[in-house]
């Protein structure tokens, strides 16, 4: 049972390219989200999805793309990266409407835009 | 302003001895509190969940307590150990038209020295 699993772990951009960081769960968790993780400040909630096809926008989405086709599968994109967008992402997955149960995080994507 | 407010930021203590995490909230209507472990390099684990009705949760040597009064948590810590070393991010839980909106703390930063 890997979890949440996220790839790359690592990625260097240039201003304007675009990529896409993919997450994964084998858990059937229903709910999925894209948080960012910046120094001295609270994950921030990126985009999230509570099931496959239907997906909505979190705190801090402008910049981000999300899809989801399947339950395991929740990728983000960056459309045009941004030296703004420099973070660490974690994906995080828990079942629906099983509030008082933990999200799962994968162990995240440090990601650089130069 | 952060909804979470976590004290210390971070603290040094010696391997053996106990310390003891705060959290203060101001999120309402209230579900429930989470304090999670993130290692370094690694993604948030969770170690206890509390609902209103609980004013206290065990984890091994963690253990955490809920006042829903005066909207105030902490996270103790018992004979700490190396693997302690970690940021502890307290996470609470809102109902808020039938959504489930979660407010992060910053995270107290905790080192362990031999």
């Known amino acids: 049972n890997a979890g949440v699993t996220q790839t790359p772990k690592f990625q260097v951009l240039k201003t304007g390219q675009s990529m896409t960081l993919q997450c994964a769960q084998d858990?059937?968790?229903?709910?999925m989200s894209w948080y960012r993780q910046d120094p001295g400040m609270g994950l921030r909630l990126i985009h999230y999805?509570?099931?496959?096809?239907?997906?909505d926008q979190g705190e801090v989405p402008n910049g981000y793309n999300v899809s989801r086709s399947t339950t395991e599968d929740f990728p983000l994109r960056l459309l045009s990266a941004a030296p703004s967008q420099t973070s660490v992402y974690f994906c995080?997955?828990?079942?629906?409407?099983?509030?008082?149960?933990?999200?799962?995080f994968g162990d995240g994507t440090r990601l650089s835009i130069l | 302003k952060n909804q979470v407010e976590q004290s210390p930021q971070s603290l040094i203590i010696l391997e053996g001895k106990n310390c003891t995490l705060q959290?203060?909230?101001?999120?309402?209507?209230?579900?429930?509190l989470r304090w999670y472990k993130q290692d370094t390099g690694r993604g948030p684990v969770s170690l206890t969940i509390?609902?209103?009705?609980?004013n206290t949760k065990s984890n091994g040597r963690y253990t955490a307590t809920l006042d829903a009064d005066t909207k105030q948590s902490s996270l103790h810590i018992t004979a700490s150990q190396l693997s302690d070393s970690a940021s502890y991010i307290c996470?609470?839980?809102?109902?808020?038209?039938?959504?489930?909106?979660?407010?992060f703390g910053k995270g107290n930063q905790v080192v362990v020295i031999p």
């Open positions: 858990m059937n968790h229903e709910y």
């Open positions: 959290c203060n909230y101001t999120v309402s209507p209230f579900s429930n």
């Open positions: 999805s509570v099931g496959a096809g239907i997906t």
């Open positions: 509390m609902t209103f009705s609980e």
């Open positions: 995080a997955s828990r079942p629906t409407g099983a509030l008082n149960q933990p999200q799962h």
């Open positions: 996470v609470v839980s809102a109902i808020s038209y039938g959504n489930n909106r979660l407010a």
